[in-house]
């Protein structure tokens, strides 16, 4: 991790411990960080669990890769340096919402693998969960939600992951969702379940 410019600056902590703030919301701050092609699902099933875990009375925000490219990151394209540094951002922020004792909810393609480790080495170990939202291409192509597929077919959209670019696939995932055959509540409580089982939600 590069060191920052500004050379006279000082990190200050608050009074207020994240021990302290997830007694409160009754959970444990930590990353969800959705991976997986164009389609697949991400931010649909990402909505789905945060909608889930506010239901249940948690404290839960998903960040949203369009979204974020409307302000945050509205200066980057998807070159592979561009790509990297969107979700260098989009970690920092992660890690603030974690720290803040939310369960943050991340839905970007994210196609990097050293990326992704580098979202991982910014929260403290137990606190990142990477889950692979594992759609096979074809589905994802089949599905083609805002038509990116066909444009990336033709040539109209450059360097689209899984078509023109590269997507490397998690190795060693927390949570691997297969989402053919199964609705988005299915696959959204899956995640659900799992945060139960890990101890990141009190019962």
Same mark, same amino acid.
């Given at each position: 991790?590069?060191?920052?410019?500004?050379?006279?600056?000082?990190?200050?902590?608050?009074?207020?411990t994240q021990?302290?703030?997830?007694?409160?919301?009754?959970?444990?701050g930590?990353v969800l960080?959705?991976t997986? $092609?164009?389609?697949?699902?991400?931010?649909?099933?990402?909505?789905r669990?945060e909608q889930l875990?506010?239901e249940?009375?948690?404290y839960?925000? @998903?960040?949203?890769?369009?979204? $974020?490219?409307?302000?945050?990151?509205?200066?980057?394209?998807?070159?592979?340096e561009d790509r990297?540094?969107?979700?260098?951002? @989009?970690?920092?922020?992660?890690?603030?919402?974690?720290?803040?004792?939310?369960?943050?909810?991340?839905?970007?393609?994210?196609?990097?693998?050293?990326?992704?480790?580098?979202?991982r080495a910014?929260?403290?170990?137990g606190?990142?969960?990477?889950v692979? @939202?594992?759609?096979?291409?074809?589905?994802?192509?089949?599905?083609?939600?805002k038509g990116?597929?066909?444009?990336?077919?033709?040539? @109209?959209?450059?360097?689209?992951?899984?078509?023109?670019?590269p997507?490397?696939?998690?190795?060693?995932?927390?949570l691997?969702?297969k989402t053919e055959?199964?609705?988005?509540?299915q696959?959204?409580?899956?995640?659900?379940?799992?945060?139960l089982a890990?101890?990141?939600l009190a019962n």
């Open positions: 991790m590069s060191e920052p410019k500004s050379t006279h600056i000082t990190w200050h902590g608050g009074h207020v021990n302290e703030r997830e007694q409160i919301f009754g959970q444990k930590c960080w959705f997986g $092609l164009s389609g697949s699902g991400k931010s649909t099933i990402a909505r669990v875990l506010l249940r009375g948690r839960a925000y @998903v960040l949203d890769g369009d979204n $974020l490219r409307f302000g945050l990151n509205k200066d980057l394209g998807f070159s592979p990297t540094e969107n979700i260098r951002r @989009v970690g920092c922020v992660a890690q603030l919402f974690s720290d803040a004792g939310s369960i943050v909810l991340t839905a970007f393609i994210s196609p990097y693998r050293k990326d992704r480790d580098a979202a910014l929260v403290p170990e606190r990142f969960l990477e692979h @939202v594992a759609t096979e291409l074809a589905t994802c192509e089949a599905r083609d939600p990116l597929y066909k444009k990336a077919r033709s040539g @109209v959209i450059p360097n689209f992951t899984g078509i023109s670019a997507y490397e696939a998690p190795e060693a995932a927390e691997v969702l055959g199964k609705t988005v509540d696959t959204a409580q899956e995640v659900v379940d799992h945060l890990s101890g990141y």
